[in-house]
């Protein structure tokens, strides 16, 4: 629906709300007609010019520029607000505020959102830049050197066995079985003690033979326990020089292969 409106030339719109108030109510438009005074063309303008400071249009004002245009041919036509900012591509507020703000993603950084400044806020681009890692190495894992075990065709005798091991404990193994270096040590000489004479009378006292029972009972178990840890030693001895042999044969294979490579890379190497 239309309705034409005749229009004073001499009409001088305000500069906050103009385009709003005519679209929306072009009927409330005041009329003025030519026969207006110079009193009110003043009070209208000064009117405008306590309004001006209000708005917040920072152009040039109006009334500044000549609008050619005749009076009598101009009318004022009926134009829907929604109508007119959806031909300008401008949002409504009622849209605006209608439509959600897309969800950003709290672990994200402010380097992986990127925000388009030319598109409006709710058509911003979310982009997730994921770092490129390093491709994983098959780094082998760490190696006891206590499990490793060399292929030795060693077989004990079972008589030394037999003197290496604790009566009713577990058969020595001499594979297994580690020393340290404290009973790895030197040992010294023990010489024997010099011979006391006892009399005969002390001989008849029973207390004298229970003290010499003890000594004796000592020195037997201090002589077994050298004897079986002497024995451990030595067969744990030839043990490791067995594997010792049969590692040395393996390194100078080792190393004849190293040899070998080494050789043929120097080849290619030189071309």
């Known amino acids: 629906m ?11 719109p305000p500069t906050h709300g103009v385009l709003k108030s005519l679209l929306e109510k072009p009927t409330g438009l005041p009329l003025r007609h030519e026969g207006f005074g110079k ?7 000064d009117d ?5 400071p209000q ?9 500044d520029k000549t609008l050619a245009y005749d009076g009598d041919s101009f009318q004022l036509e009926y134009m829907d607000l ?7 591509g401008i949002p409504s507020s009622e849209q605006s505020h209608q439509q959600p703000l897309p969800p950003v993603l709290p672990s994200q950084t402010p380097s992986s959102v990127i925000t388009s400044t030319a598109m409006p806020p709710h058509r911003c681009v979310l982009n997730t830049v994921q770092p ?8 082998p894992s760490p190696i006891d050197p206590e499990s490793i075990q060399v292929a030795v065709s060693y077989e004990p005798d079972p008589a030394d066995l037999a003197m290496s091991s604790v009566p009713g404990q577990e058969m020595f193994d001499p594979r297994k079985r580690r020393f340290t270096e404290e009973e790895l040590k030197p040992q010294p000489m023990i010489k024997k003690a010099r011979k006391v004479f006892t009399p005969d009378e002390m001989k008849q006292d029973e207390k004298y033979w229970v003290r010499r029972r003890k000594n004796n009972m000592a020195a037997k178990r ?10 451990q030693i030595a067969v744990r001895a030839s ?8 590692l040395r044969q393996e390194v100078a294979q080792l190393r004849k292969e190293v040899g070998r490579c080494r050789n043929i890379m120097a080849k290619y190497e030189s071309l």
């Open 2 to 12: 239309s309705r034409s409106v005749l229009m004073n030339p001499t009409f001088l």
């Open 39 to 45: 009193e009110e063309k003043a009070k209208s303008l």
């Open 48 to 52: 405008e010019v306590s309004a001006a």
């Open 55 to 63: 708005s917040a249009f920072l152009g040039p004002t109006l009334w």
């Open 82 to 88: 929604e109508e007119f900012l959806s031909e300008n």
């Open 132 to 139: 490129v890692l390093p491709p994983q190495r098959d780094t």
């Open 222 to 231: 201090s002589r077994d326990a050298r004897r079986l840890k002497e024995n």
């Open 239 to 246: 043990f490791l020089e067995k594997e010792n042999s049969a």
